[in-house]
């Protein structure tokens, strides 16, 4: 595994292209499908990366495009899409073993998160 410098300048442009990408498909998606478009995005960008779903809700929430609970809720389902996946990578790298070790931390998170989420709303 190559590990390179997060400040360099592909890494960048990299994140900054991903991140104009999912917040053209979040407000697009948005205006077409109301809160489900959006939900739909966060749940598939959520698989690799939080960030741009974060930025982009935040964003759109911050111009009034947005409500409060919409933005919340796509950012819940980017992070339980991004633990899900990770778990998945957990599994089948490391197997059953550390997947069992790992589940209850995943789990307490993932309750966590919902918890927040639900005494928020």
């Keep these: 595994l190559e590990l ?25 998606l948005s205006d077409k499908a109301g809160s489900l478009g959006l939900y739909a995005v966060a749940l598939v960008s959520g698989l690799t990366d939080v960030d741009a779903i974060t930025l982009s809700s935040l964003r759109l929430f911050g111009q009034e495009k947005l ?15 991004n633990l899900s996946f990770k778990f998945g990578i957990v599994v089948s ?23 927040g989420w639900l005494m928020a709303a």
């Design 93 to 115: 790298v490391a197997g059953r073993a550390l997947a069992i070790r790992v589940l209850g931390g995943f789990a307490a998170f993932a309750a966590g998160c919902i918890g």
């Design 4 to 28: 390179r410098n997060p400040t360099e300048l592909a890494t960048a442009l990299t994140f900054g292209a991903v991140y104009a990408g999912v917040l053209l498909l979040s407000a697009a």
């Design 67 to 81: 409500a409060a609970t919409a933005a919340t809720t796509a950012i819940l389902l980017a992070v339980l899409a």
